[in-house]
């Protein structure tokens, strides 16, 4: 069962098939591994359940690390655990004063305009952390808000194909936002609502392969369109918990 509701699509009535979700990540870790990628593995915690959603304890760019410091007490210890993973790889650790998840709410485009952080808020990000997360990491931040309470986190909206571009859905965020967005990225790949709410833009891209959500099969094909490979796998017992392919995987920017 899931243990505790603080997102949208967690029902703490709805069943969940243990031994299947853990073929779902072992699946999605074997995919990254025959595409080529390495995969390191945050040994899980007991009480901790929500650590299975890798991509909110922190945020890297060029081996400097601004943890995260999470909205809901549920999750608040699995800060510490990211903070001795990344002092094991020796990189800079900084201890966020305001509330961020991580990889959730922001992301790099190195390419972009010389290289630019897009960072959400609006429901589990402080819109202090973005000025916070500038200043650690030296990179400009674009503030995006997010208006769309099923779509809680920048992850489940919008995510890089490459290092230049993205795939994002308009509906998830501000009228402001989705002109900056429109200005910055005009070749972006635009997903629907279905695409948004099958998680199928909850993805992870190295610049050809586009793992997704299996459920995104218009997503894929406009993808598919645009140059890139899908690869879909599915994860529908993770997506109980709210979370898809983006949300297990932390990505390393050494």
């Not at 993973?85 to 900084?94: K, S």
Request: glycine share 10%; proline share 5%.
């Amino acid at each position: 069962m899931v243990e505790y509701a603080i997102n949208p699509w967690m029902d703490t009535n709805a069943p969940v098939d243990t031994e299947l979700a853990v073929k779902q990540w072992e699946g999605l870790r074997e995919t990254l591994v025959r595409l080529g990628h390495t995969v390191h593995v945050l040994l899980p915690e007991i009480g901790l359940p929500d650590m299975v959603y890798a991509a909110n304890g922190a945020f890297s760019v060029d081996g400097v690390v601004y943890g995260a410091k999470f909205k809901y007490p549920q999750r608040a210890a699995e800060a510490a655990a990211h903070r001795r993973f990344y002092e094991t790889l020796g990189w800079r650790y900084h201890l966020a004063s305001e509330t961020n998840e991580g990889e959730g709410d922001f992301t790099y485009l190195p390419a972009a305009h010389g290289g630019l952080i897009l960072a959400g808020h609006g429901f589990r990000t402080e819109v202090a952390a973005h000025a916070e997360a500038q200043e650690v990491l030296g990179r400009p931040v674009i503030s995006l808000r997010l208006t769309d309470p099923r779509i809680y986190h920048l992850d489940v909206a919008l995510q890089p194909l490459d290092d230049a571009n993205i795939a994002y859905y308009p509906g998830a965020f501000s009228e402001s936002a989705q002109k900056v967005l429109a200005q910055l990225f005009p070749d972006a790949v635009v997903a629907t609502e279905e695409d948004a709410l099958t998680f199928g833009l909850n993805l992870v891209s190295d610049g050809r392969n586009v793992v997704l959500n299996s459920e995104a099969t218009g997503l894929a094909a406009s993808l598919r369109s645009a140059g890139y490979v899908p690869v879909p796998v599915e994860l529908s017992e993770l997506k109980k918990g709210g979370g898809s392919v983006k949300c297990c995987v932390a990505e390393l920017r050494g």
